[in-house]
């Protein structure tokens, strides 16, 4: 898929090697088509049009279901972002003093501060070397104890692009009766992620990454079980079960996951969102997944082989992310960093090295001239 062959979702700027999907995605043409329609519509006819709205944020709950995998649409709300819907988590339990959760030392901060705001609960959080057994997975399971009461991870590490294996935990910590929090953010949309198959009592994803969503709107999956075991921290008249009935006193929770949205819905957000993950479901997760292992291994292989360029991400085993992160040898990650973003090769600075995070639609010729450019330095 050469510069003038490119997916025609995708007519990103000719000059640009784009390679930052696990910071802000890019939006396809379909998502760009939706917002502006939305747009002309509120500008033309107000909200004369509100029942459409409403289909269409039911429409986006039953996208989400189908792309996680979750029993049904009412396990899924539409949150403001990952951030959000930790923080439901972690001030909806019914924490005692001593209890602890386990983690991993690699979290992005979104999934460390609420848990590290519990302290003052008498809450403990132990932090895993994910390198400090033979599985990260087993380094996890080590801080296990009878007063963990939850474990909670990035399925992908944000800074290596190491993928845990959530099943192997989700099955541990049912074994255990310990809830099992993912933040999923580095895997919806990039790889099949199946949030029945790890057995997750919560997970949190923003849609402006692998989704290519607009920034601002995410989705938050619970189980009836666990979710009834969250006590609410917002309320607002969309979080009534009478939803509509706004004399209703006195008032019911809602039943479904909608009990976690409590005012107006983000409607300019959702029909981008809905329009986005179209794009996904019709190309399809495992053909997603499989283009997207295809670029990495190709980048990765050349990276190995480059004198100059040294491999940061561990060794995947089966289990493969969008993240490959790198150094040069002679060249300080503060200088190749903005020298890439001058040449237009879009990335990000993390962990200890250059991340490069491509998507499926990216050609492989593309990888070929970002290490071209990196070659040619200083130029």
Known sequence: ???STRHPEFPLSEELIYFNHAAVGPWPDRTRRAVV???????????AFYPDWLKKESLLREQLQALINAPSSTDIALVKNTSEALS????????????????SDEEFPSNRLP???LAAKGVELRQAGLYSAESPEDALFALVDRNTRLLTVSSVQFATGLRLDVEKIGAFCKQRDILFCIDAIQSIGAVRFDVQACQADFVMADGHKW?????GLGVFYTTPEARNRLKLTQFGWHMMKDTHNYENHPWEMHPTARRFECGSPNMLGIQGLSASVSLLLETGMETIESLLSERVDYLRERIERHAELELLSPTPSALKSGIVVFKHNTVPNQVLYPYLMQHKVICALRGAGI???PHFYNGLEQIDQALAIIDRYPD
């Open 211 to 215: 989704l290519f969503g607009p920034e």
């Open 1 to 3: 898929m050469s510069h």
């Open 355 to 357: 991340r490069f995070s």
């Open 88 to 103: 439901f988590v972690a001030y909806g339990l019914d924490w005692q003093s001593g209890d602890n959760i386990v983690t």
């Open 115 to 117: 848990w590290e705001s």
């Open 37 to 47: 329609e939305f747009a002309e519509q509120n500008c033309r006819f107000g909200a």
